[in-house]
């Protein structure tokens, strides 16, 4: 009889199943140039950068045209679409930044990897189940920091911007390019921890870094896991989805000890999402050591 696979052990097993697609040579940890811890802060440069360069032409364009610099003051659809223009141009001009940083850097071999064999289902669940289990557990830390501050607007376009550009930009930058390129120099954990980062502090705000890092650490698992781009837009694209739909009924920064009418049910909740999250990152870490073994000893995986 065949044993079925529960999200768990689908998770735990999806990396050693996938790493022979990727050259032992890629693998293993090299003496490369590139990236040092100058080169993150610089593409964090090149990102941040992006930013002001295309925020400030956007204020210049609408004092001109006679809106003021004042974005709230535009109807929300049609804030949207300024929000969802800007993401795009600024995102678009940091991506070209950083791979051209990346090649002049001397950085080299495939940054971006797809592969549709990589869409397991069972991981996909886990791991969007995980990505709001751990919301709930840090809801205590978040709770002691400022209030998101976001004008993103409403409607197709700034749908548009979530759930499509924000995937497929993000993912290609910090899995793609940064935790491709610190996997190949200092190993996987290091690189999955290190990439996790940078994709929080890319979100600039302090609630967003300290949410959008631990975030990291499960897309980050679940492209080590996968060897796909295409899995972790998914989870990005459906996280960001429920994000906005929270948005437009008026609960964006709300927590779920907000929602939940009894204490009780949410100390229950809360105490399942820490078990998970626990079990999880265990069997992550677990996971993540083999994977570390089988990069310095190739031949034995």
Same mark, same amino acid.
């Given at each position: 009889m065949e044993e079925k696979?529960?999200?768990a052990s689908a998770a735990e097993s999806a990396a050693p199943e996938r790493q022979s697609a990727v050259p032992a040579a890629e693998l293993r940890p090299g003496r490369r140039k590139f990236p040092t811890v100058g080169d993150l802060f610089a593409m964090l440069g090149i990102a941040f950068g992006a930013q002001i360069v295309v925020g400030t032409a956007a204020?210049?364009?609408? %004092?001109?045209?006679?809106?003021g610099l004042d974005f709230k003051s535009l109807e929300p659809a049609a804030l949207g679409k300024v929000m969802a223009a800007l993401y795009f141009c600024s995102m678009s001009i940091t991506l070209a930044g950083i791979l051209y940083y990346r090649r002049a850097r001397g950085g080299s071999g495939p940054w971006a990897r797809f592969s549709a064999r990589g869409l397991n289902p069972a991981l996909l669940l886990w791991a969007f189940v995980l990505i709001f289990a751990v919301g709930v557990v840090l809801e205590p830390l978040l709770r002691l920091m400022p209030e998101l501050s976001l004008e993103v607007g409403r409607g197709f376009w700034t749908i548009l911007s979530l759930v499509i550009f924000a995937p497929i930009f993000e993912e290609l930058i910090c899995r793609g390019v940064v935790l491709g390129s610190l996997r190949g120099k200092f190993g996987v954990t290091t690189a999955w921890l290190v990439s996790s980062l940078f994709f929080g502090v890319l979100h600039g705000q302090p609630v967003q870094v300290i949410n959008a890092t631990v975030i990291g650490l499960v897309l980050g698992y679940v /492209? %080590?896991?996968?060897? +796909?781009?295409? +899995?972790?837009? @998914?989870?990005?694209?459906? #996280? #960001?989805?429920?994000? /906005?739909?929270? %948005?437009a009924t008026g609960h964006g #920064?709300? =927590? =779920? @000890?907000?929602?939940?009418g009894s204490r009780?049910? /949410?100390?229950l909740i809360y105490i399942a999402a820490l078990a998970l999250s626990a079990v999880s990152g265990y069997m992550m870490v677990r996971t993540l050591r083999r994977m570390k073994e089988a990069e310095k #000893?190739? +031949?034995a995986a």
């Open positions: 696979k529960t999200p204020m210049v364009f609408l %004092l001109f045209a006679g809106h /492209y %080590l896991a996968t060897d +796909s781009l295409w +899995s972790v837009m @998914i989870l990005h694209a459906l #996280n #960001n989805a429920v994000a /906005y739909l929270a %948005l #920064n709300a =927590l =779920l @000890i907000d929602l939940v009780t049910l /949410y100390v #000893n190739p +031949s």
